[in-house]
């Protein structure tokens, strides 16, 4: 799994669900914190364990609380994308 490229497949999904009408407002917040992590696995942007754990947990938690966005594709695509940034060192 190569995280960035999965990071950056996940941002573009997203950005197209948010300009459907209708999107759910959550997405914006995930759209936020996928482009957090691009940064960061970028090397533009040095988070520690704790904040790599904190900022993975927070994502997880977002999608999370939509059961059926949770179970999507692109739901458990940035699941997956949550468990590999937290697991990842800088």
């Known amino acids: 799994m190569d995280l960035l490229k999965d990071i950056e497949s996940a941002l573009l999904l997203c950005r197209s669900e948010q300009k459907r009408e209708g999107a759910k ?5 995930i759209v936020d914190i996928l482009e957090r992590m691009r940064l ?3 090397n533009e ?25 949770s179970e999507s594709e692109i739901g458990e695509m940035i699941l997956k994308i949550a ?3 937290r ?3 800088s």
């Open 45 to 69: 942007l040095k988070h520690d364990n704790q904040q790599r754990s904190s900022t993975a947990t927070a994502l997880g938690r977002l999608v999370m609380d939509d059961f059926s966005f």
């Open 83 to 85: 468990s590999s940034f």
């Open 87 to 89: 697991r990842s060192r």
């Open 25 to 29: 407002e959550y997405i914006a917040p």
């Open 40 to 42: 960061v696995v970028n």
